[in-house]
């Protein structure tokens, strides 16, 4: 039976999944925020989709804690 939340997610797909273009796609590969895409064949890649939901939840969880530490007050 397929896992559908362990599809290979390719790269133009992946960048609207996550709602991003695709340089800022590449831009956060290159900077490690993401991890880079698996390598299917020569000119095919893509992540797993856990993958693109762990980078998500890291962001969200990345931005709650920005939003409790600042209180507004300076």
Same mark, same amino acid.
């Given at each position: 039976?397929? %896992?559908?939340? %362990?599809?290979?997610?390719?790269?133009?797909?992946?960048?609207?999944?996550?709602?991003?273009?695709?340089?800022?796609?590449?831009?956060?590969?290159?900077?490690? $925020?993401?991890?880079?895409?698996?390598?299917?064949?020569?000119?095919?890649?893509?992540?797993?989709? =856990? $993958?693109?939901? $762990?980078?998500?939840?890291?962001?969200?969880?990345?931005?709650?804690? =920005?939003?409790?530490? %600042?209180?507004?007050?300076?």
């Amino acid at each position: 039976m397929l %896992n559908i939340s %362990n599809a290979i997610v390719r790269r133009i797909d992946a960048a609207q999944y996550l709602g991003i273009s695709l340089p800022t796609l590449h831009r956060l590969v290159q900077r490690g $925020e993401l991890q880079a895409p698996i390598k299917l064949t020569r000119t095919a890649s893509g992540w797993r989709q =856990t $993958e693109l939901d $762990e980078f998500i939840e890291r962001r969200r969880r990345a931005n709650c804690s =920005t939003l409790q530490g %600042n209180t507004g007050q300076r």
